[in-house]
């Protein structure tokens, strides 16, 4: 039976591994063909929808897509017409959890110290699932970002723990990503060729 927690065998050399991969899978999704990428893109929704309209309304939250990533707005956007609330992660200072600020169709916007879209103002409010970009994942469920840990220390922060979804473009899936003792195990991923869960 696989693993199903990080593993330890290979962590002298992981970050030279991982840095790798991540240049290695960001520059396959900038590559990606403006009319393969909303392709791509209605595909993921679909499924995101299939996974979450059966479910009462409750808070989502997403990342405003950077770097060719998908967009969830869309998404989003139509799940609040239905009830549901959502929310943006905010990084309040380096190496720390995130909190999150409420976000609504119209909010005006500002970005973080990243450069990353965030809404200017707004209540705390506390997330019951939350879609995660990947840059890279893997069978057992984990995944690579873009290096700053910051929804590893969030999700591990928060209880009770959101549901975490990672999604992103097929495209991002790795053999191993050599996942360390502080990455979490995401609970389900949703490319353009399904749903799987993990928890």
Same mark, same amino acid.
């Given at each position: ?8 065998? &290979?962590?002298? =050399? ?6 790798? +991969? ?6 396959? #999704?900038?590559? +990606?063909?403006? =009319?393969?990428?909303?392709? %791509? ?7 995101? +929808?299939?996974?979450?309209?059966? +479910?009462?309304?409750?808070? %989502? ?5 950077? #770097?060719?990533?998908? =967009? ?7 799940? /609040? ?13 380096? =190496?720390? !959890? ?7 169709p119209g909010v005006a916007m500002g970005v973080d110290r990243y450069g990353i879209p965030i809404p200017a103002e707004g209540g705390a409010i506390a997330p019951d699932i939350v879609l995660l970009p ?9 995944? $690579? ?7 590893? #220390? ?5 209880? !009770?723990?959101?549901?975490? /979804? ?10 191993? /990503?050599? !996942?360390?003792? &502080?990455?979490?195990? $995401?609970?389900? /991923? ?10």
């Open positions: 039976m696989a693993a199903l927690s990080p593993s330890t065998e &290979h962590i002298a =050399d992981s970050s030279v591994f991982r840095a790798a +991969l991540r240049g290695e899978k960001l520059a396959a #999704r900038m590559s +990606l063909a403006a =009319d393969s990428r909303l392709a %791509l893109s209605a595909r993921i929704e679909a499924n995101l +929808l299939q996974l979450l309209t059966p +479910l009462a309304p409750q808070t %989502l939250a997403f990342c405003a897509s950077v #770097r060719g990533e998908f =967009d969830a707005q869309p998404l989003v956007s139509l799940l /609040i017409e239905r009830g549901w609330r959502a929310a943006m992660p905010i990084v309040d200072a380096p =190496d720390t !959890p995130m909190s999150f600020r409420n976000w609504s990947l840059v890279a994942f893997d069978s057992q469920g984990f995944r $690579l970002g873009y290096g700053g840990g910051y929804f590893d #220390r969030t999700l591990a922060a928060l209880v !009770p723990r959101p549901f975490s /979804i990672g999604v992103g473009f097929e495209l991002a899936r790795a053999k191993d /990503i050599r !996942p360390q003792p &502080h990455d979490i195990r $995401l609970d389900a /991923i949703v490319t353009e060729a399904g749903i799987v869960r993990h928890g």
